[in-house]
């Protein structure tokens, strides 16, 4: 079963709006990972946080980490056109030693 | 640095066909992974090895399906004989201790 999930399954915005996508997860972790897929292509790492930080950004992109609920949010600011791709969540759990655990992934469109 | 390097990007086989999928992770990583990408079951680890060492392969879909990593720049998954249920994007990735993970283009397999 997959380690996390994330919401929602399909986000349509315009250029110039924020997206906002969210995981959940269901065991302790380790850290928690962001990844972009464009159509066609690899996953590319966007941005890690461990479960001891609570927030952390990256240019436009901006991580929180809950683990009381067990749950993170990708906040990508001033969205571009080019910013349209898969974007999944990956959990590095305690109990599973070094491999990432993926979700089903959101699947983000910028109009522009 | 050139990344995670997978051959061929993309195969089409006919059923009960040996293939062969090749991947170079990024040197001085030390750890390799093989996921495979469906639309139905979306990112599925099949296998990873640490310091070349298979450590967990509870992934690998039956005995039809087997990896090697003879040393730390080369690794091979090997499915025989193939089946059309095995067409997939099939993804090598590599990461150094608990960073994030650098994955290559992926194989699309298609068994005819």
């Known amino acids: 079963s997959q380690q996390g999930e994330e919401d929602p399954q399909a986000l349509s915005?315009?250029?110039?709006e924020n997206a906002t996508m969210n995981c959940s997860y269901k065991t302790s972790i380790n850290n928690l990972q962001w990844y972009r897929q464009?159509?066609?292509?690899g996953l590319v790492h966007l941005i890690l946080i461990r479960s001891n930080e609570r927030e952390k950004h990256s240019g436009r992109l901006r991580v929180t980490l809950d683990t009381s609920k067990k749950s993170s949010s990708l906040l990508i600011t001033a969205s571009r056109a080019a910013d349209t791709a898969s974007?999944?969540?990956?959990?590095?759990?305690?109990?599973?030693g070094s491999r990432l655990t993926f979700g089903e992934g959101t699947q983000l469109t910028v109009n522009p | 640095d050139a990344g995670v390097i997978q051959s061929p990007r993309h195969e089409v086989t006919e059923m009960g066909q040996e293939v062969t999928l090749r991947c170079k992770p990024i040197s001085g990583h030390n750890s390799l992974f093989w996921y495979r990408q469906t639309?139905?079951?979306?990112?599925?680890?099949?296998?990873?090895?640490?310091?070349?060492?298979?450590?967990?392969d509870s992934g690998m879909p039956e005995d039809r399906f087997s990896a090697k990593m003879p040393n730390a720049s080369f690794s091979t998954l090997k499915i025989q004989p193939s089946e059309p249920r095995d067409s997939a994007v099939y993804f090598c990735a590599s990461s150094f201790g608990t960073g994030g993970f650098s994955f290559g283009s992926?194989?699309?397999?298609?068994v005819v």
Do not use: H, K
């Not at chain 1, 464009?38 to 292509?41: E, I, L, P, Q, T």
């Not at chain 2, 639309?39 to 298979?54: A, C, Q, S, T």
């Open chain 1, 13 to 16: 915005i315009q250029e110039g």
């Open chain 1, 38 to 41: 464009n159509s066609g292509r």
């Open chain 2, 106 to 110: 992926g194989t699309r397999l298609t």
């Open chain 1, 87 to 96: 974007y999944f969540c990956a959990t590095d759990a305690w109990t599973s």
């Open chain 2, 39 to 56: 639309m139905m079951r979306g990112l599925e680890l099949l296998i990873y090895f640490n310091n070349n060492v298979p450590i967990d």
